[in-house]
């Protein structure tokens, strides 16, 4: 069974940073890409950033979209199957729950498309107070 546990969420002040881990048991983060996204109460889950399978030979491809860029970073630990979302210059807006997802698909480009994704985490809730 397959499961992606997303954890370190909480609530900061606006300018704080966290890090969130997206946690994988039943599958090796080396053949997924993996995709974090978030809603905010009354929107649409949007994509903010993902990072591509590893094929072994240099770095993982990242992509960040242009609300979060400069301000996020997404990296991955193998030896712990964990991929990381770290969050700085936290704003007001960034308000959501935070899920991470796995996109077994070979051969494409990254996507954040949600329906690209296989497997959701339960999402983790980050609120940053003004």
């Known amino acids: 069974e397959v499961q992606l546990q997303a954890s370190g969420g909480g609530l900061v002040q606006t300018g704080g940073s966290l890090r969130l881990s997206c946690a994988a048991l039943g599958l090796s983060f080396d053949d997924y890409a993996i995709g974090w996204f978030r809603q905010a109460p009354g929107k649409e889950r949007e994509g903010i950033s993902c990072i591509s399978s590893s094929d072994g030979s240099g770095p993982r491809t990242t992509y960040y979209e242009d609300s979060v860029k400069g301000r996020f970073t997404i990296s991955g630990d193998n030896a712990k199957n964990t991929v990381y979302l770290q969050m700085s210059r936290l704003e007001p807006e960034d308000t959501a729950v935070y899920y991470c997802?796995?996109?077994?698909?070979?051969?494409?480009?990254?996507?954040?498309?949600?329906?690209?994704?296989?497997?959701w985490g339960q999402g983790t809730l980050v609120t940053v107070s003004s």
């Open positions: 997802a796995a996109d077994r698909r070979e051969g494409v480009g990254l996507s954040l498309t949600r329906y690209d994704y296989d497997y």
